[in-house]
Nanobody, 125 residues
Framework: QLQLVESGGGLVQPGQSLRLSCTIS??????IGWFHRAPGKEREEVSC????????YYSDSVKGRFAISRDNAKNTVYLQMNNLKSEDTGVYYC????????????????????WGQGTQVTVSS
């Protein structure tokens, strides 16, 4: 069974950066997605990366500011978050499913069956 553990969240000011990490263990996987749950809202996929070829997806809200990457030797996926805005505040989760690949469009949260516990990101002056 896939196990995912996020780290790297924190409190930053607008315009600053954070790097989130997602460490994966327990089973094989093809892709990792990052989701953002803003206060009072549903989870939204912000990025996704395929393990084999590194192809990626970004939502319009983060395109140009966030960068997803992977280190397959470490079974870790990173989300570099630059120029953070107050609307980026929330809990960030990484997720996967053993049969899922990242397409060029967003994937519903319900398609992911394995989730981390989440890491809190707060952007505030």
């Amino acid at each position: 069974q896939l196990q995912l553990v996020e780290s790297g969240g924190g409190l930053v000011q607008p315009g600053q950066s954070l790097r989130l990490s997602c460490t994966i263990s327990g089973s094989w996987y093809h892709a990792i997605g990052w989701f953002h749950r803003a206060p009072g809202k549903e989870r939204e996929e912000v990025s996704c990366i395929n393990k084999s070829d590194g192809t990626t997806y970004y939502s319009d809200s983060v395109k140009g500011r966030f960068a997803i990457s992977r280190d397959n030797a470490k079974n870790t996926v990173y989300l570099q978050m630059n120029n953070l805005k107050s609307e980026d505040t929330g809990v960030y989760y990484c997720a996967s499913d053993r049969d899922l690949y990242c397409p060029e469009h967003s994937v519903a949260a319900s398609d992911f069956t394995s989730w981390g516990q989440g890491t809190q990101v707060t952007v505030s002056s």
